[in-house]
């Protein structure tokens, strides 16, 4: 008689991978060996430090988090939803788990024994393959949920932009390692490991390393027993230590230990164990570095559950950044990937407070981004500007309605700044009762500015034609972006207007090119990165690319780009901003890193000559599109 929760197992199996692989009969004969274990909200499955099991897990319902404790803190890496795997841990390394595996929810695990498992993973090559990228990329499926057959070793999301920023981005290591020497006793080696909360020591001989001893050896060969703690370290060690390059990338490193089935690389100035050792790497620094990965901090980010799991992420964006910026990567590509998880925490927030609010939005709305959140130029914290547009609705609801979402954006714009990202301090955000309308009320509000500019009112409505909708109904978007494009058609008092704007900051270089610098206040003599370069850019590219319709390209660097397609003429002109726009964003982006501020003041006396000559010759694609501007549109239209 057939087993029937065997068969319900084999049928859930069959629906992922590597299990839908198989056939139905063999994860019957599996089903029928596994046992069903009920996993109570908060309890453990196993521990980081643990001895590896002899089954692995598959959750069958629920949720169960997969965590790093480092310095007594617990961080969360990834978590398991249903038909994940977790515990791989035991098919290729036969020590202690890494991570932590602990139930979010009241969850039900499929325990399957590995004995049981491993001849399948000989005679089904799909099923090896599947481990092999799992175990490898720290993950508890090496398949996207979203974009099937696609590897996520954490880097195939952004595929495109990010290859570079996965494979070869160099990984965070400890540096100046502790060492020993041969006839050191181990007794005194495990005092210092202990006392220093490290997990090894690199042994030497004549200043090159030639072992280590790690916890591992302490563990099975002094505690077992085997030897005596009095001995010395050259008995007990492992040898050869592997030694890898200092520049050695994340992937790499992560492969080499499970080639070697090792849990720690010495590094040393050539990578050979012929030079001086320069650090160690451990599998902690590989996985810390996989948990800032893009892939991995977008699946942080759509499911954290509060604003402190969502700051976990922004703060692990910004190393993201720093490691990007290090490894040269074009800036361009940095924004992309930045912008697109600064959108997922937003659109985390506003799920997050919809939940609170009890009830669901009472009409169809979007959220939309402007000002820099809007052009997708957000690297560094800055302050958020944000707008709410619900649907027309009946006048006897307005109230109501505006009320409920009045309400909602004030619970996303103060999650979004205990995230980190600081109040707009112009107001410009969706708790405002002027920037939270209805649809027709903000076609009247863009038509005003469009058709009655005023020079007081000008520059926040530019504001609010840098705009990314990121939530909600797209029909809205379109209406909007509709009569945008309609209105501003043949408009010259308009475009008269954002051009002068545009104009209002000259190229940054007084009569003898020497920098214009800040005369007094807190910032006196340093350079307005922000208002001398970077804004004389974005107003230029704003209001040639809406003379040319594109509401659709809100990006600084892409609308140049764009132009120099539509205008073969100024093709060359279009370029050099561009490119003048990155390095500028590059400058601002270190210094924001170095001072952990939003970058917008350079200390001149602490840039390279080199880097004052690279910054100087920005400013000529300046002073050329402020030329093209005053030629192009007429100032005689402003009475």
């Not at 980010?301 to 910004?318: G, N, Q, Y």
């Not at 270190?590 to 001149?604: A, F, K, Q, T, V």
């Amino acid at each position: 008689m057939k087993n029937p929760v065997a068969e319900n197992v084999a049928k859930f199996l069959k629906h992922f991978p590597p299990f839908s692989s198989m056939t139905f009969e063999e994860l019957f004969s599996i089903a029928n060996l596994s046992k069903i274990i009920y996993l109570e909200k908060n309890q453990i499955l196993f521990k980081g430090g643990e001895e590896t099991h002899e089954n692995f897990y598959v959750v069958k319902s629920g949720a169960v988090g997969l965590s790093l404790t480092s310095d007594a803190e617990e961080t969360l890496v990834d978590k398991c939803d249903e038909g994940d795997i977790l515990g791989l841990r035991p098919f290729f390394a036969k020590n202690h788990y890494l991570m932590t595996a602990k139930a979010r929810e009241d969850s039900i695990i499929c325990s399957v024994p590995i004995a049981v498992f491993e001849p399948y993973i000989t005679e089904n090559k799909e099923v090896l393959k599947f481990l092999l990228q799992s175990f490898a990329s720290h993950t508890r499926n090496p398949y996207d949920k979203e974009h099937s057959g696609k590897l996520i070793s954490e880097n195939m999301i952004f595929a495109e932009h990010t290859t570079d920023i996965q494979y070869f981005q160099p990984i965070k290591y400890t540096k100046n390692p502790v060492t020993a020497n041969l006839d050191d006793v181990v007794m005194y080696i495990a005092k210092t490991m202990s006392t220093s909360s490290i997990g090894s020591v690199i042994i030497q001989k004549d200043q090159l390393p030639i072992g280590i001893v790690t916890d591992r050896d302490l563990r099975s060969k002094i505690a077992t027993g085997l030897f005596p703690i009095t001995i010395t370290a050259d008995k007990i060690m492992t040898a050869p230590v592997i030694t890898v390059p200092e520049n050695i990338s994340v992937a790499e490193a992560q492969m080499l230990m499970l080639k070697y089935n090792v849990g720690h690389l010495c590094v040393t100035k050539d990578g050979t164990d012929k030079s001086q050792v320069t650090g160690i790497i451990s599998e902690h620094d590989v996985v810390a570095a996989q948990a800032n990965t893009p892939g991995m901090l977008l699946k942080q980010t759509r499911r954290a559950f509060d604003a402190k799991e969502l700051k976990v992420v922004r703060d692990r964006m910004t190393e993201l950044i720093q490691n990007s910026i290090d490894k040269n990567i074009p800036v361009s590509h940095i924004t992309n990937i930045v912008a697109e998880i600064n959108i997922a925490i937003t659109r985390r927030a506003i799920e997050l407070a919809i939940q609170e609010m009890g009830a669901p939005a009472p009409a169809r709305f979007v959220w939309l981004n402007i000002g820099s959140q809007g052009r997708k130029e957000q690297l560094l914290l800055t302050d958020q500007d944000n707008a709410l547009i619900f649907e027309d609705i009946d006048s006897n609801e307005y109230e109501t309605v505006k009320s409920y979402f009045l309400v909602l954006a004030d619970k996303v714009v103060r999650m979004l700044n205990n995230v980190g990202y600081e109040m707009s301090p112009d107001d410009v955000m969706a708790n405002n009762p002027k920037w939270c309308k209805s649809v027709t009320d903000w076609i009247k509000q863009y038509n005003i500015w469009i058709n009655s500019p005023e020079e007081k009112t000008v520059q926040l409505s530019t504001l609010f034609f840098d705009m990314d909708f990121l939530y909600g109904t797209p029909e809205i978007e379109q209406v909007i972006t509709d009569n945008i494009e309609k209105s501003i058609q043949q408009n010259k008092k308009f475009f008269a207007y954002l051009a002068a704007d545009a104009l209002k900051n000259p190229a940054p270089l007084g009569f003898f090119r020497q920098f214009l610098v800040e005369n007094d206040g807190e910032h006196k003599d340093t350079f307005d990165i922000k208002n001398r370069a970077l804004e004389p850019l974005g107003d230029a590219a704003r209001v040639l690319a809406l003379s040319h319709n594109l509401v659709d390209f809100t990006g600084t660097y892409q609308r140049f780009k764009k132009l120099a397609e539509l205008e073969p003429e100024n093709e060359e002109l279009y370029t050099n901003c561009a490119d003048a726009f990155n390095v500028l964003m590059r400058f601002r982006t270190e210094e924001g890193l170095i001072s952990n501020s939003d970058g917008r003041y350079l200390n001149l006396k602490e840039l390279s000559k080199s880097d004052r000559l690279k910054l100087k010759n920005c400013f000529q694609p300046i002073n050329e599109i402020h030329d093209l501007l005053k030629n192009r549109f007429s100032l005689t239209y402003i009475n």
